[in-house]
């Protein structure tokens, strides 16, 4: 327990160092744009390309489930089951803990690479906060392109759908682009939104930290990525439950 209380208080100074004023407008900002091509821009291919074929699997499933019920469910709910499970869960959550894998293991890896050898230290004695140099940028990007990997992947999750439903034929096309344009609750989209904001900041801070605080060699730079992913899918799995009782409820 005491561990932990420590682990969280030290996270948190961590994140005092990363929201003081950067120094250097130019040099920052230019940073900001690398910082959204590596964690944002190099992601687009791999969500578009799960969320297609998760889109066709949960249709199909729909499609499935509804077909055997007891009671008759029209073909339009298939497509409207689809879009409310990608916008509530599967865009937001599923796809935010494989970025957790993917953009997390990047940013630990290269902070405690940089820890290890030895450039964190020069840029201390040059007098820059590196924790603000550093991760701020990452933090900016990730809060900024993730809203737009989750709107591709529900995107890509529908027109999934779609394509299934033309090539298996299990139900109309006009059937599913009625579901699709039947109005959901605003709250819904708050809700999705301010999720993977959340999720957005955790994936950019925790592993920067555990990155920034690694000790030893590369051995240790390994093993220092594989816990910043481990516990950063803990925290967003429980920061979903948070979120959902407090928002939905």
């Known amino acids: 327990m005491l561990k932990l209380l420590g682990f969280i208080g030290a996270y948190f100074i961590f994140l005092g160092k990363v929201f003081k004023k950067p120094q250097g407008f130019k040099v920052f900002w230019k940073l ?3 910082e959204i091509y590596d964690l944002g821009m190099s992601s687009v291919g791999l969500v578009a390309f799960i969320s297609l074929f998760m889109g066709a699997v949960t249709a199909i499933q729909m499609a499935q489930n509804f077909q055997g019920a007891d009671i008759p469910v029209p073909d339009y709910y298939i497509s409207y ?5 990608l916008i509530l869960e599967f865009s937001p959550t599923i796809i935010s803990l494989i970025l957790a894998g993917k953009v997390g293991s990047y940013i630990a890896s290269s902070i405690g690479t940089m820890r290890v050898t030895e450039q964190i230290d020069a840029l201390d ?11 701020q940028p990452k933090i900016i990007a990730a809060v900024f392109f993730n809203p737009i990997l989750i709107m591709i ?4 999750g ?8 033309e090539a298996t034929q299990m139900w109309s096309t006009s059937d599913y682009v009625i579901g699709l344009q039947m109005p959901m609750a605003g709250k819904m989209f708050i809700y999705t939104f301010v999720k993977t904001i959340v999720f957005a900041f955790i994936i950019a801070t925790l592993p920067a930290y555990y990155g920034y605080y690694v000790k030893g060699g590369s051995l240790e730079v390994g093993r220092s990525s594989t816990s910043a992913v481990v516990w950063t899918s803990v925290i967003i799995i429980i920061m979903n439950l948070i979120l959902t ?3 939905l409820s």
Do not use: D, E, H, W
């Open 32 to 34: 900001v744009m690398r």
């Open 81 to 85: 089951a689809t879009k409310m499970v």
């Open 125 to 135: 004695v040059m007098g820059i906060n590196a924790p603000s140099f550093l991760v």
């Open 153 to 156: 992947s529900i995107g890509m």
């Open 158 to 165: 529908l027109v999934g759908g779609y394509l299934i439903g």
């Open 245 to 247: 009782q407090t928002i």
